[in-house]
């Protein structure tokens, strides 16, 4: 085969994972920032993560355009054709993982309107688990690691369980003050995007097992959000 | 061009189409089927629905894996590589949009485990909305009209509209009797899910219009849940 098509087709293929590496780090830091946004009670830099959000639906039609290019032009087989199949469905998620962290920015500044209520608490800590979730989906991704990337589909249980947990505080906290109500809604929704969050870390990590491995991971995943059961 | 080629190309293509539409067919059923168990308090029905889900699940699966082979063998080109890339985003929407109504009938079934609320009265109407903008984005999406597809984008503002109205009145509900907190917290949710749905719908109507005209659709979409705003 020509030299130079396989170096431009490889070359193109780190573009790829240079755009979705891209995608996973404003996305685990838009979630950080949500979070320090609704500690500090800050409306303007919650603002200006909604606003950032656009950063990552932007890289996401570039990976869409670059992965339609590539199937035109390349042709890919095989573990080629995975390759670009799970950086199509990977970045897609990273995007869905970004809407969230928006939302959780976004309705921080509708609890800002109103006073503070120590229901929050466990908001943060839930947070920062779904990150780890998430970081630790992308490492396994970037390294190809199919063992470590299903690590994350079992850690997942963890999350649903805290945000169990979370949820039905929230709900305490509204039967006993019902000024609180509106602020506690909010708040479950929030919880709600974080636990999700997890849900797609958990897509990220059965793609890469695909990737590597040609088929879907064996197993049921854990059942998901406790609450509705 | 070998005509055989070409002919089972087109077969193929339109196997695709089909698992598409028993995959629409099976997700507007159920969330049919979810509004009517919830209404009725059939928490049997309301297994079954939750159950059902898996059928979705199966020909997502089914078309990704038709995907990749339509792509590993046929390598298209143009207009029909749009195709089969729309194919892959339309089936990964419908999932979605059945896991949601899946969702529907699992809370009605914790919300049947106490006493009936008048506040979900206006669910049936939201759900059915939702459900007309689906059918309408994957009619659309069959007949590949581009125009029919971007009305659904218009009329899901009216979808979140209605969601943010039902919003609320739940909300008032629950300052009104806090014993109602844990059912109208579950139909918070159940509206939600719904008015995702509609975003579901808006996206198969994207993913048409970009199918057809090979660039996505210009403007932005209306903003979304204006409950967090």
């Known amino acids: 085969m020509n030299d130079h098509i396989v170096k431009s087709y490889d070359s193109e293929l780190k573009r790829l994972d240079g755009e979705i590496k891209r995608m996973g780090e404003i996305a685990t830091a838009q979630l950080d920032a949500a979070v320090d946004v609704f500690q500090r009670r800050d409306s303007q830099a919650a603002m200006r993560v909604v606003a950032n959000d656009e950063a990552i639906d932007a890289l996401e039609h570039e990976v869409s355009h670059d992965v339609l290019r590539l199937l035109a032009l390349r042709q890919p087989m095989a573990r080629d054709l995975r390759e670009v199949y799970a950086a199509l469905r990977i970045s897609a998620d990273i995007e869905r993982i ?22 929050g608490r466990g908001l943060p800590a839930l947070a920062h688990l779904a990150n780890t979730l998430v970081r ?35 709900l305490t906290y509204m039967a006993e003050d ?3 109500i509106t602020a506690c809604t909010h708040l479950l929704f929030m919880a709600k995007n974080i636990e999700r969050i997890g849900d797609h870390a958990t897509n990220i990590a059965e793609n890469t097992w695909f990737l590597v491995h040609g088929e879907q991971p064996e197993g049921e995943r854990e059942k998901r959000d406790l609450t509705s059961q």
């Not at 809407?99 to 959780?104: E, H, Q």
């Not at 990337?149 to 999350?159: F, G, K, Q, T």
């Not at 649903?160 to 949820?167: I, S």
């Open 98 to 119: 970004g809407d969230y962290a928006a939302n959780v920015a976004k309705r921080s500044i509708v609890l800002n309107q109103t006073a503070p209520v120590s229901a």
């Open 136 to 170: 630790e989906a992308l490492a396994a991704y970037t390294l190809r690691d199919a063992e470590r990337a299903m690590a994350v589909r079992s850690r997942d249980a963890e999350l649903d369980a805290q945000y169990t947990g979370l949820f039905r505080e929230l």
């Open 178 to 180: 019902p000024r609180q």
